[in-house]
Nanobody
Framework: QVQLVESGGGLVQPGGSLRLSCAAS????????MGWFRQRLGKERESVAA????????YYADSVKGRFTISRDNAKNTLYLQMSSLKPEDTAIYYC?????????????????????WGQGTQVTVSS
């Protein structure tokens, strides 16, 4: 079973950058499609980005396309989200998630219901 711990959140000014990390324990990370989701105050959890276990296929929500980059290092059991040109509307709790039940190398999903393992979240606040 994979366990996930996010880090890297914090307070940043509009236009700034942050890199989130998601450290995974367990042997299935390298074969698990992964996703980043966020939940803004009073809103439902939404997909931000997702990546296949091979790293070859990625997905981005329209709201972050061109500003955020998802990546993974399977040797380090770590998922990343590089965020740049941050906006106040990016303020949210960010969660990483894993689908550990087996998939093809190209499988990627932006649906929260796909994922069976979630981290506790890290707060990102974009404000001047």
């Amino acid at each position: 079973q994979v366990q996930l711990v996010e880090s890297g959140g914090g307070l940043v000014q509009p236009g700034g950058s942050l890199r989130l990390s998601c450290a995974a324990s367990g042997r299935t990370f390298s074969t698990s499609p992964m996703g980043w989701f966020r939940q803004r105050l009073g809103k439902e959890r939404e997909s931000v980005a997702a990546i296949s276990w091979s790293g070859a296929v990625t997905y981005y929500a329209d709201s972050v396309k061109g500003r955020f980059t998802i990546s993974r290092d399977n040797a380090k059991n770590t998922l990343y989200l590089q965020m740049s040109s941050l906006k106040p509307e990016d303020t949210a709790i960010y969660y990483c998630a894993a689908f550990t039940q087996g998939s093809s190398a190209a499988y990627v999903s932006h649906y929260p219901r796909t994922y069976d393992t979630w981290g506790q979240g890290t707060q990102v606040t974009v404000s001047s």
